[in-house]
C-alpha cells in the first residue's frame, strides 16, 4: 500500500476561500468547504458533516436542520437548502453520483 500523508480537512476547507476544495485521493465526490456566510448549494442528493462549528441547512417554508460539530445528515435530490454557519464552519459533503 502506497504511503500517503493524511489529510487535515479543516485546514485544506480553510484555504479554499469559501468554495468547495475537492477531495479525489478519499473517494470522487467528496468536498470540504469552510463557511463564514451563507452558502446556496446544489439541490442534488448530499450528506452533509459537520467537523468544526455549528450550520444550519435552511429549507423550505422555515424548516430547517442544526447541525453540530461531529453531526450529519443527508438531503435528497431536488431539496433547495441554503448552507448557513453559525460563526466559522467546517462541512464535509458527498455528493450523489
Known amino acids: 500500500?502506497?504511503?500517503q500523508a493524511p489529510l487535515h480537512l479543516i485546514r485544506l476547507a480553510?484555504?479554499?476561500a469559501g468554495k468547495p476544495f475537492a477531495l479525489p485521493q478519499l473517494g470522487h465526490h467528496?468536498?470540504?468547504?469552510?463557511?463564514?456566510k451563507p452558502l446556496v448549494d446544489t439541490p442534488?442528493?448530499?450528506t452533509y458533516l459537520c467537523l468544526e462549528g455549528e450550520l444550519l441547512l435552511?429549507?423550505?417554508?422555515?424548516?430547517?436542520?442544526h447541525l453540530k460539530r461531529g453531526e450529519a445528515t443527508r438531503l435528497e435530490q431536488d431539496v433547495a437548502r441554503?448552507?448557513?454557519p453559525m460563526g466559522k464552519t467546517t462541512v464535509l459533503m458527498w455528493r450523489r453520483e
Open 1 to 3: 500500500m502506497p504511503n
Open 14 to 16: 480553510a484555504s479554499s
Open 30 to 36: 467528496l468536498e470540504v468547504i469552510f463557511l463564514e
Open 44 to 46: 442534488e442528493t448530499c
Open 58 to 65: 435552511d429549507l423550505k417554508h422555515g424548516d430547517f436542520l
Open 82 to 84: 441554503t448552507l448557513t
